[in-house]
């Protein structure tokens, strides 16, 4: 790729709309409880205090020592339009899309009707309490995948909304696989209503369902190391393996795994595939070209910050210039600041690609 003379970038502050594509809420049970349809306000109106407390019953939780629990790590709390205008200050950003913590959690919610009430119960204050399009405040409806049918109809009654930008599953601990044909519903929403379709797992979910490897992890070092990176290709395999994409027009934004484990997933999709066509007959093309043409990836986790050849070498083999979407996970205690990533690709993107990544690409993919 050749490189821009002279360079214009020399931080984010050059380029001319950076969005940051994963700025997490912090919502606790009072933000949207409020909110709960009968009849289970009424059902839940008990509860007390101002952290997860009894809805960590809902909300299955592990009982993991992470840096924050242990005070090691503070976390910036983010519970209101005016904390993620903060945020977007610190890091320099022009506009936001705004994803849940708790509701991270939400596919493992055991009471299928309860789940979807509490989607809609988060989805009513997020709208009423934080988007703000004038200030760059866009969030992703947030979808319940236990009940598809109501996670449809979630997707039809929010799409219109001012500052909805996108739908939001839930990706960690589903069950199925998201290729799953009980899914089409949610897919078929997000085409009709021109969303794309977010998918964000939670290290935390593997306690659930497949991959359940979760079941002899005693530590929270390593669950986090594979969960997201492996949870997603578990979806994306089934996903791609059953014609998804093939099946409908819709783009999928694939958040907080990191770089490397793209190409790989990639690469190795379309070795197996050119042997065992037969179990994908829908497919048209390789799985890599579904991939390249549909899916997108969110930056964070970088890994590697400390060798900007492979950072570079990653976003190049995956062809990032065109799939990457900056995100800087804030307030999560591994955040990355928007200046980070910037700086380990100017060696080898030029000034354009660069403002691909960081929101030329995601002003074309979100509904903005």
Request: hydrophobic share 35%.
């Amino acid at each position: 790729m050749a490189e821009t003379d002279p360079r214009r970038l020399e931080s984010t502050a050059d380029v001319e709309t950076v969005v940051d594509c994963d700025v997490h809420l912090t919502e606790r049970q009072s933000d949207f409880l409020p909110y709960l349809p009968e009849p289970f306000g009424e059902m839940l109106a008990r509860g007390e205090g101002d952290d997860y407390g009894y809805l960590s019953q809902l909300y299955p939780v592990p009982g993991f020592l992470t840096p924050v629990t242990t005070g090691k790590v503070q976390s910036d709390s983010v519970r209101s339009s005016e904390d993620v205008v903060r945020g977007m200050e610190m890091l320099d950003t022009d506009r936001s899309i705004i994803t849940p913590t708790q509701n991270l959690y939400l596919s493992c919610v055991q009471h299928d009707d309860l789940a979807a009430a509490l989607a809609t119960a988060y989805n009513d204050w997020l709208l009423d309490e934080i988007l703000d399009p004038d200030r760059g405040l866009y969030g992703a409806a947030v979808v319940a995948p236990q009940k598809p049918e109501r996670a449809a109809e979630e997707i039809d009654d929010r799409a219109d909304e001012d500052g909805i930008a996108a739908a939001f599953v839930p990706s960690g601990g589903v069950h199925p696989p998201l290729g799953n044909e009980r899914y089409d519903p949610i897919y078929a929403a997000a085409e009709t209503n021109d969303l794309p379709v977010m998918m964000h797992n939670a290290a935390g979910t593997m306690m659930m369902n497949f991959p359940f490897q979760f079941s002899g992890f005693d530590r929270y070092l390593s669950t986090h190391v594979p969960a997201h990176a492996m949870q997603h290709m578990v979806n994306l395999s089934d996903m791609i393996t059953q014609g998804v994409p093939e099946q409908f027009d819709v783009e999928f934004v694939v958040q907080e795994a990191g770089l490397g484990w793209v190409p790989y997933f990639a690469r190795r999709f379309d070795h197996e595939y050119s042997a065992k066509r037969e179990d994908a007959p829908m497919l048209t093309k390789p799985p890599g070209e579904y991939i390249r043409d549909q899916f997108y990836f969110t930056s964070q986790p970088v890994e590697g910050t400390d060798d900007p050849k492979y950072v570079a070498s990653m976003v190049e083999l995956m062809g990032g210039e065109e799939t990457l979407l900056f995100a800087s996970d804030y307030p999560h205690l591994d955040f990355d600041h928007s200046d980070e990533l910037l700086s380990l690709l100017r060696s080898k993107f030029t000034d354009d690609e660069i403002g691909n990544i960081y929101g030329g690409t995601a002003l074309g993919v979100f509904d903005f």
